[in-house]
């Protein structure tokens, strides 16, 4: 690796000059205190391994950032537009049995969470979703994504600590959330008419209080305002 900075080599007598020897027409000016050169040049040395220093923590965090699952801001996010269809899906059931078809809740209105185990904020909403699913499973569906998750078995344990009896289909390479629901971060949760259109979706953990309000907005002749 090439250095930061070129440091010209200190003569070995203070009086010498770089070209030549000692100049006849001028006297010898005062001595230099040994050492005092390198010293002199410490402030400049530190000063570029703190700049490098600098720059890999910048690197570090940029890198970390983009390990973390934590998307770019949801105002930046391609989401589908209220009114369309939302994109069918028809996933293997997390636990085993039936599959969990997106087109077979038709007929009520559908919550759709996507989310997944190693989530921190997916983990905090979990408590919420299970207790309002079970306060109106009479009038709406619930139905959860366990996207790009390599715990099925911790998913399931989180799922039933949590009270969310719903079906849950498993995204295991994130295909669905990823290309069909355009989803870059984790939790994501989309709204769906009785007829299977989207009314809105929310970005982050939900809490009770807030899914209750957007399941208002799924009765007939009223839309989400985003």
């Known amino acids: 690796m090439s250095p930061l900075l070129s440091v010209t080599p200190e003569l070995e007598d203070p009086g010498q000059q770089e070209q030549g020897g ?4 001028q006297p010898p000016g005062p001595a230099q205190p040994p050492g005092q050169a390198r010293r002199e040049r410490w402030p400049i040395a530190l000063a570029a391994v703190a700049v ?10 940029v890198t970390s950032a983009g390990r973390s699952g934590h ?10 537009a209220s009114g369309t269809t939302a994109p ?12 969990v078809e997106l087109a077979s809740f038709r007929g009520k ?20 979703f299970g207790a309002v699913s079970a306060a109106d499973e009479a009038e709406v569906n619930f139905v959860g994504v366990d996207t790009n998750d390599s715990d ?17 289909g498993i995204d295991a390479d994130g295909s669905v959330a ?7 971060y984790l939790p994501v949760t989309y709204f769906i008419d009785a007829r299977g ?4 979706e929310a970005f982050g953990a939900e809490s009770r209080s807030s899914l209750r309000h957007w399941i208002a907005l799924l009765e007939p002749g009223r839309s989400a305002v985003r």
Do not use: H, M
């Not at 490098?52 to 965090?61: D, K, M, P, S, T």
């Not at 998307?71 to 589908?80: A, D, E, H, I």
């Not at 996933?91 to 049995?97: A, D, F, H, I, K």
């Open 22 to 25: 000692l100049d006849p027409a």
């Open 52 to 61: 490098v220093l600098l720059a890999g923590f910048i690197g570090y965090a």
């Open 71 to 80: 998307g770019p801001s949801p105002s930046k996010l391609t989401v589908l």
């Open 88 to 99: 069918a899906f028809r996933l293997p059931r997390l636990g085993g049995g039936p599959p």
């Open 109 to 128: 209105p559908t919550v759709v969470n996507f989310f997944a185990s190693w989530c921190t904020d997916c983990r905090a909403e979990l408590g919420a």
């Open 152 to 168: 099925q078995a911790l998913a399931r344990t989180l799922l039933a600590s949590a009270g969310a009896a719903y079906p849950v």
């Open 178 to 184: 990823s290309g069909s629901y355009a989803i870059a």
């Open 197 to 200: 259109r989207i009314v809105g």
